[in-house]
């Protein structure tokens, strides 16, 4: 007989980050889970003993799944021939990412620093900010990034991407025309591109 605990611990998971999205973390409530699950308070204690067990669970989870999809865009085509094209590649994970996932994105922006995290929570959020740091140490040193501390330009075109994201609240980066899209994804290579730059 198969057991139910993988299906229902992501039904509580997925519940949970829905409810984060809406309400934070701190605003949300263990018994707001299980209604939104629709279960009862008892089933979560049997899969996540506390409600910060449940947070970091949701939170590897969501962390996980934007670093799965980052992984699928950068492999996408074979190796970049350019910093400019491994940006576009990055865009498109984080596009896809934010358009299938909305709660899940947003839960992301708005705990990423809270104290709640656990060791291995914060090392998911420091791998994805290793990757894009690299990225931008890789696109200075080829002179196609403008200079700058690495972290400050990662958080000004993340920064520029959640805005986008949330601008377009509810309907959803779904609802942007490619066209539209892409004149977002030109805006924001604009913030990190070398003016003088010919990549």
Same mark, same amino acid.
């Given at each position: 007989m198969t057991s139910r605990k993988p299906d229902l611990a992501r039904q509580l998971i997925d519940a949970a980050i829905a409810l984060f999205a809406e309400r934070t973390y701190e605003g949300t409530q263990m018994p707001a889970v299980a209604q939104r699950a629709g279960v009862g308070v008892g089933?979560?204690?049997?899969?996540?003993?506390?409600?910060?067990a449940l947070g970091n669970a949701a939170f590897q989870h969501?962390?996980?799944a934007l670093l799965d999809e980052l992984a699928a865009?950068?492999?996408e085509g074979g190796p970049a021939s350019s910093i400019r094209e491994e940006f576009g590649r990055f865009w498109r994970g +984080?596009?896809?990412y934010a358009a299938a996932r909305p709660d899940a994105f947003v839960f992301l922006e708005h705990q990423q620093h809270d104290t709640f995290l656990a060791p291995e929570s914060l090392a998911l959020a420091a791998?994805?900010?290793?990757?894009?740091?690299? +990225?931008?140490?890789r696109g200075q040193q080829a002179g196609a990034i403008r200079e700058g501390d690495a972290a400050q330009l990662v958080a000004l075109a993340v920064g520029a991407f959640t805005g986008l994201v949330k601008l377009h609240r509810p309907e959803g980066l779904g609802a942007l025309t490619p066209a539209e899209l892409d004149a977002a994804e030109e805006a924001v290579w604009d913030l990190l591109h070398r003016p003088d730059a010919r990549t």
């Open positions: 089933s979560i204690y049997r899969y996540f003993p506390s409600k910060e969501a962390k996980q865009a950068m492999a +984080f596009t896809r791998e994805i900010d290793r990757i894009a740091a690299d +990225f931008i140490e």
